[in-house]
């Protein structure tokens, strides 16, 4: 039988519970590889190991050095028209949901197993983890060409997070900033002032609270980092402005 993008996710499973480390160098070459793992190196060893598709890395076509990253995802996908609506990716068992890097936080990369769950090397504290979509800022789905995908129809609509605190241009403010900054403030964290702009100082401070925490430190806030500092989801159009 010809491999398909569930024995993507089968593989992937495999390896939960086995370590993180951001920026790790995984052998694409090794089927035996068990970690510290990456998550876009996770992605496109688990493609690779399962399917024999390299994607999403540098060189592309040589398992011996590739080298994977979210952005060359990104890029590779949007250079084959390989992006589906994140509707579909959620419904597609080894499809992958991407969040793009920015100046002040890293990109992500996770497996998605087709019942609004993930398969990802999630953090520093957690490892490899069985995750969930909802809630959380996704800017691309992928189905990588060549690797024979089904989706389920039937499976109801999963909410995603359609706004997140991150540093933009021209900066985000506004009272829910500045709730952050005293949360990370009387934690111990630096934010910098608590003055409701949020700054590159804030994302760093958020990146830490969140690796503590067992978040993706991606110096985002979204649902999951509001809830674990114990802040109501806002109602975002009177929480910021840009300045």
Not at 139 to 152: I, K, L, M, R
Request: hydrophobic share 40%; net charge neutral; with cysteine.
């Amino acid at each position: 039988m010809p491999a398909t993008a569930q024995d993507i996710v089968t593989l992937a499973l495999k390896h939960v519970g086995e370590t993180y480390k951001l920026g790790a160098r995984v052998p694409m070459a090794s089927a035996q590889w068990n970690g510290p793992w990456d998550c876009a190196e996770f992605a496109s060893w688990c493609l690779y190991r399962a399917t024999g598709v390299l994607y999403g890395v540098r060189p592309e076509n040589d398992p011996v050095r590739a080298d994977g990253y979210s952005g060359w995802w990104i890029e590779q996908a949007v250079r084959d028209g390989a992006t589906v609506p994140l509707d579909v990716a959620i419904r597609t068992p080894g499809a992958f949901l991407l969040r793009a890097a920015g100046k002040d936080w890293i990109g992500h990369v996770v497996i998605s197993d087709g019942r609004g769950g993930t398969v990802e090397a999630h953090s520093s504290k957690t490892g490899v983890i069985r995750g969930k979509v909802e809630k959380r800022r996704w800017d691309y789905g992928v189905v990588v060409p060549g690797v024979q995908a089904f989706s389920n129809p039937d499976m109801p609509a999963v909410q995603v997070a359609q706004r997140t605190l991150h540093v933009t241009s021209p900066l985000t403010a506004g009272p829910l900033v500045k709730q952050v900054q005293r949360v990370l403030r009387d934690a111990g964290y630096f934010p910098g002032a608590v003055d409701g702009i949020y700054g590159p100082q804030t994302a760093h401070a958020v990146q830490q609270f969140q690796d503590a925490h067992g978040l993706v430190a991606d110096g985002e806030v979204g649902p999951a980092t509001l809830k674990a500092m114990q802040i109501a989801v806002p109602d975002w159009a009177k929480a910021l402005v840009r300045i």
